[in-house]
């Protein structure tokens, strides 16, 4: 099993940056695909970005946040980051990070099986 603490959120002017973090717990986190998502409130959960395990080599994004955020993982500190630029009102969220033991890159939440309790993203206009 893995624990996962999100951090790093907070409120932001648009066009502004914020960085994300979560630590995983385990001594396999090499092991996990990780994901981002996030949810509005009155939403359902979407997914932002995906990283596979390992190095992380393959990455994957939602089109609404492509070109602006960039997932990254460090092994070494069993830790993935999310970083975000330009941000815009609408990436106004709760971030959640997720982990899947495994190959491969998902987008669906009930693929992951294991969350964080999430992190608040402000962002006003």
């Known amino acids: 099993q893995v624990q996962l603490a999100e951090s790093g959120g907070g409120l932001v002017q648009a066009g502004g940056s914020l960085r994300l973090s979560c630590a995983a717990s385990g001594r396999t986190f090499s092991s996990y695909a990780m994901g981002w998502f996030r949810q509005a409130p009155g939403k359902e959960r979407e997914f932002v970005a995906a990283s596979s395990r390992g190095f992380g080599g393959e990455r994957y994004y939602a089109d609404s946040v492509k070109g602006r955020f960039t997932i990254s993982r460090d092994n070494a500190k069993n830790t993935v980051n999310l970083q975000m630029n330009s941000l815009k009102p609408e990436d106004t969220a709760v971030y959640y990070c997720?982990?899947?033991?495994?190959?491969?890159?998902?987008?669906?939440?009930?693929?992951?099986?294991?969350w964080g309790q999430g992190t608040q993203v402000t962002v006003s206009s």
């Open positions: 997720a982990a899947r033991e495994g190959p491969g890159l998902f987008r669906t939440p009930g693929r992951y099986d294991y």
